[in-house]
Structures are given as structure tokens and as C-alpha cells.
């Protein structure tokens, strides 16, 4: 049975995304139809929108959806129709990596992802009658409904009824991609120092794990003051803005060197600047979209002589549902405080929220697109 959704079209950087009727196909053995609640913004749907990442355009954009099941594929049996669910990034899991539970690094992660259709080839949506690209992180959830998938649809225990969909969403791509870089990829450790390049989502979810952890100094920069001033508010204990010689700041605050530089600006030079700050057996871990054509140049014999590391992170290692709900575990134990990050639109002003986004005026805004 078709099932007729409102999506937001992203036609590219020049044209505003535009919410119109689309079908959805019918749904293949392992896919879930979701009726979407609420789904984040990410940096990265913006990227796309820019031509900065391999997907086609025009394309139906959002990859940090929440929302209630309506329907599951034949295939489907941890899943049901009713269930609180929360969707992530999609994987084979039949490859390398998949197999060792580092689905992040899947082989075949842009078939799954960002092809614009499923890994088959085969559309998930339909415009106007013709295939319009889709299941963007296997999801596709700036509209009012969803086919998901049984790998990156996760069910959410009842212990997190109390925290509201529109809440929970951006848990799949911004918020544990910052943690997971600082939890799981770089595995800061107690009482070492940490520099955050950028404190978007990304950085200030980077920002609360360096301090559940218990590095030491946490330094947040960036170029907006008032994002340096909620960063110090979730756990930075000290914030230099960029254009102020944050790095000449660093040097002095930590002479010996950074145990840890995490930059989520994407930005080649701020990139070279965090190497530059690494104590011995530093590492630097970079998460940010960049230019496809941009590359690094780090020093060989500081890179090697210290054993320094640049570690490439996606989805800051996340395992699926096991890591999402050990952060809800954290945010339910006040640990986690990242509501602090979210301002909330309705979904028909996606564009005002891009915007507010862009200018800075909010962290992680979050479309509401249905009612719990
Ligand atoms: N690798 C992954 O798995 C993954 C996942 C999600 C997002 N991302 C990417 O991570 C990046 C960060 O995402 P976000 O949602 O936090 O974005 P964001 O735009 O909210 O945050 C970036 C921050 O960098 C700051 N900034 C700009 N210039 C700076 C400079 N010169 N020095 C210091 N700070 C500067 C901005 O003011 C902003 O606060 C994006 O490029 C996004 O596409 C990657
Ligand atoms: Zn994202
Ligand atoms: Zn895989």
C-alpha cells in the first residue's frame, strides 16, 4: 500500500527547501515505516545541500529523526508497530566492518546512505511520479513519514518515556559523533588536557564527554562568544575565541602540549593549528565536512618522533542502539545536559531554522513535525 508523505525537497544552496506531497514505496522485508515526531538539523544535511558530499540532488535531507512506528517489513521481528523508536546512520552488516560492530566505518556506507536510493538501487520515494532521491542515512526524516531500516531504528526502553521525542532526536548523528569521538574513538583519558575546535552540536556533546571523563583542562573554542559561554556552562573550564590567538592562549595554559585536539570546524588551518598544540602520543581527531579537494599537511617527523596520531572519525564510533542509550543513560543521570543545545521549530519553518542555525543563534534546532 502507497503511503503519501509531506517532505522537505532540497533542491541545492540557491532554492529554499519546499515541503510537497511525496508516496513512499512499499516496504521491503527489513524497512520500518516510521510517522516521523521530530528530527534535528545537522551540519551535514547542510553540506549536502552545498554540493560538499557525494549525494544527488534533489533529495528529501534529514538523518536525525524520532518518531512511532506505523508498519515493519515481513523481515522485521525486534520492531513493532507503536513502538518509541530513534533512527542513526544505516550499514550492511555483512562487511569487514560491520562485523566487528564498527558499522560507522561500513563498506558499503554510501550505497546504504547517501546514493539517494536503497543499497539495491531501487527508489524508497516517489515525486510527481518519478524516483526522487532519498533514504538519506537510510531515513530521509525531514517529513511526515519514513522507511527505516531494522539496522538503524532503535527502539526506546521505557525508562526514556519521560524524555519527548523532540528531545531525543539529534541523539542520532550530532550529539553522538561529539561523544563518541571523546568515549569511544580518541578514549580520552582522566586528567589529560583537551582543546574542542568549534562548539556546534558536534563540539559541545565532545565538551560534556571530555567532562565526564574527567580531562583536564577542557578548552572550548570558537568564534561566537555566546556558544563559548554555554561551552563553559556544559564543562569547558577554560574558552579562548579563535580570533582572539586562541592558540598562542593554549600554548600558555598547556605548555607540554595537548593530550587530545578534536576538531569539528573542518577547517584546514584550524586543523594544522590543533596538530601543532599535540603533546607526545597526542591525538587530533577531525570530524568536519570539508572541502572534497582539501588535504592536510602535518610535520613527518613531529608526527612520527612523538608518536602522534590523526585519527578520522565518523559517527563518533557508534555502535547503534548500545551506545545511543547509554548517552540517554547519561542525560537521565544529569550528566548529558543536552537539551541546553536544542531550540525547537515547526517543521514548516525548516528554512527559518537553517538560518538560525547559520547565524549562530541556535545549536541543534529541531523540527517538529508531528505530535507524541
Ligand atoms: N564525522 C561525522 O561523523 C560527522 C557527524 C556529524 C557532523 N559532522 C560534521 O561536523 C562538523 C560540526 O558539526 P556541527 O553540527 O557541530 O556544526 P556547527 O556549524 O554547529 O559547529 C561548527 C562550529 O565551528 C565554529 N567555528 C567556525 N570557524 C571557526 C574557527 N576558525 N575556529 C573555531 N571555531 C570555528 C562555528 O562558530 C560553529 O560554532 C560539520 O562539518 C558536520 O558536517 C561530522
Ligand atoms: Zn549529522
Ligand atoms: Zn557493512
Redesign the pocket.
Known amino acids: 500500500m502507497t503511503t503519501t508523505a509531506n517532505a522537505a525537497i532540497c533542491r541545492g544552496h540557491d532554492h529554499p527547501f519546499t515541503i510537497e506531497p511525496v508516496e513512499l514505496a512499499d516496504l521491503a522485508a527489513d524497512e520500518i515505516l516510521v510517522r516521523v515526531v521530530a528530527c534535528g538539523i545537522?551540519?551535514?544535511d547542510l553540506?549536502v545541500r552545498d554540493a560538499q558530499l557525494p549525494v544527488p540532488l534533489p533529495v528529501v535531507l534529514g538523518h536525525e529523526g524520532a518518531g512511532i512506528v506505523e508498519a515493519v517489513g515481513s523481515g522485521v521481528t525486534g520492531t513493532k508497530p507503536g513502538d518509541r523508536v530513534v533512527m542513526s546512520f544505516n550499514s550492511c552488516g555483512t562487511c569487514p566492518s560491520c562485523d566487528v560492530d564498527a558499522p560507522?566505518y561500513c563498506y558499503n556506507f554510501f550505497p546504504h546512505n547517501w546514493s539517494g536510493t536503497r543499497a539495491d538501487g531501487t527508489p524508497t520515494m516517489r515525486y510527481k511520479g518519478e524516483p526522487m532521491a532519498a533514504n538519506f542515512f537510510g531515513q530521509s526524516t525531514f517529513a511526515s513519514h519514513a522507511i527505516a531500516h531494522d539496522r538503524n531504528t532503535f527502539v526506546l526502553p521505557s525508562r526514556f518515556d519521560g524524555i519527548p521525542l523532540d528531545m531525543i532526536a539529534p541523539i542520532g548523528?550530532?550529539l553522538m559523533?561529539g561523544a563518541g569521538a571523546v568515549l569511544n574513538a580518541m578514549q580520552v583519558r582522566a586528567g589529560l588536557p583537551i582543546a574542542v575546535?568549534?562548539?556546534?552540536?558536534?563540539?559541545m556533546a565532545a565538551i560534556m564527554a571530555a567532562k565526564i571523563v574527567g580531562a583536564n583542562p577542557i578548552i572550548a573554542?570558537?568564534?561566537?562568544d555566546e556558544?563559548l559561554a554555554l561551552a563553559k556552562e556544559l564543562g569547558a573550564t577554560h574558552a579562548f575565541n579563535?580570533r582572539d590567538d586562541a592558540v598562542g592562549k593554549i600554548k600558555e595554559l598547556v605548555p607540554q602540549g595537548l593530550g587530545y585536539a578534536f576538531d569539528?570546524?573542518?577547517?584546514n588551518k584550524?586543523i594544522e593549528d590543533a596538530w601543532n598544540l599535540l603533546a607526545p602520543k597526542g591525538i587530533c581527531g577531525i570530524?568536519?565536512?570539508s572541502d572534497p579537494a582539501d588535504n592536510l599537511t602535518f610535520n613527518e617527523a613531529a608526527f612520527m618522533g612523538g608518536g602522534r596520531t590523526v585519527m578520522g572519525?565518523?559517527?563518533?564510533n557508534s555502535d547503534g542502539a548500545p551506545f545511543l542509550l547509554e548517552l540517554l543513560d547519561h542525560h537521565l543521570a544529569g550528566r548529558f545536559p543536552f537539551d541546553k543545545l536544542i531550540g525547537h521549530f515547526d517543521f514548516s519553518e525548516i528554512n527559518e531554522a537553517i538560518e538560525a542555525?547559520e547565524a549562530?543563534h541556535v545549536?541543534k534546532p529541531v523540527l517538529r513535525i508531528s505530535a507524541e
Not at 573554542?221 to 561566537?224: F, M
Request: with cysteine; proline share 0%.
Open positions: 545537522c551540519h551535514t553540506a560507522t548523528c550530532g559523533t575546535f568549534g562548539s556546534g552540536t558536534v563540539g573554542v570558537d568564534v561566537n556558544r579563535a569539528t570546524t573542518g577547517i584550524v570530524v568536519g565536512a572519525i565518523l559517527g563518533g542555525s549562530g545549536v
